[in-house]
Structure formats: structure tokens, C-alpha cells
């Protein structure tokens, strides 16, 4: 079974940065396509970025594009969200998540889930 804990979350005001990392454990992390989600309060759980095991095939949503970053370091079993020009609209708590092969871009397709980390934007 895969562990995965997030951290790096915290408030900061619109046009500020953070980095967001997601530290796993429990399995064979290099193996996975790992993936970036958020939850608004309110709202359903949304995709925001996924990577393949090999750090390729890197899907964004649209909402993120140009100012959110996905990376993975394999060796250190770890995943990075570089999120730049934060809007209040970011607000969210962020999940990590590893998939064996589902829908990149689904909640459904995800096999382990982290606790989350919250983000707060202010205007």
C-alpha cells in the first residue's frame, strides 16, 4: 500500500508563489503516474496536474496552465506542484495522488490519496 504526505501549504497573497511537495512511501513511487488535485470548500474535488512515472506526459488543467509547475524526483519518492501567480480562486485544499492506470484527469482513476494540504490566497 502507498503513503503519500503532502506539505508546503500556507497563505499567501495573490501573485505569490508556493511550492507544494508530496512525499511517498509503501510502494514502488517511480512506478506510478501521480497527479495533483484541490477541493474548494463547497466544491468537488478538481484535477490540476499529472505526471508519468518517467517524468514525461505532464497534463495541466486549464485553469493552471502557465503558472502551475508538475515535477517528480523518483529518487527521493517525491512530487512538486510549483504553483506561481496564486489567485484567491487557488484557494484550496491540495491532494496528491498515485494511479496504476486510470484516467489521469478523474478522481476515479486514482489509487492512493494523501491527506491534503491546505492553500489559502488572499486578494
Known amino acids: 500500500q502507498v503513503h503519500l504526505e503532502e506539505s508546503g501549504g500556507g497563505s499567501v497573497q495573490a501573485g505569490g508563489s508556493l511550492r507544494l511537495s508530496c512525499a511517498g512511501s509503501g510502494g514502488t513511487f517511480r512506478s506510478y503516474r501521480m497527479g495533483w488535485f484541490r477541493q474548494a470548500p463547497g466544491k468537488e474535488r478538481e484535477f490540476v496536474a499529472s505526471?508519468?512515472?518517467?517524468?514525461?506526459?505532464?497534463y495541466y488543467a486549464d485553469s493552471v496552465k502557465g503558472r502551475f509547475t508538475v515535477s517528480r524526483d523518483n529518487d527521493k519518492n517525491t512530487l512538486y506542484l510549483q504553483m506561481d501567480s496564486l489567485k484567491p480562486a487557488d484557494t484550496a485544499v491540495y491532494y496528491c495522488a498515485s494511479s496504476s492506470g486510470g484516467d489521469y484527469d478523474s478522481v476515479y482513476g486514482m489509487d492512493y490519496w494523501g491527506r491534503g494540504t491546505l492553500v489559502t490566497v488572499s486578494s
Open positions: 505526471i508519468s512515472w518517467s517524468g514525461g506526459g505532464i
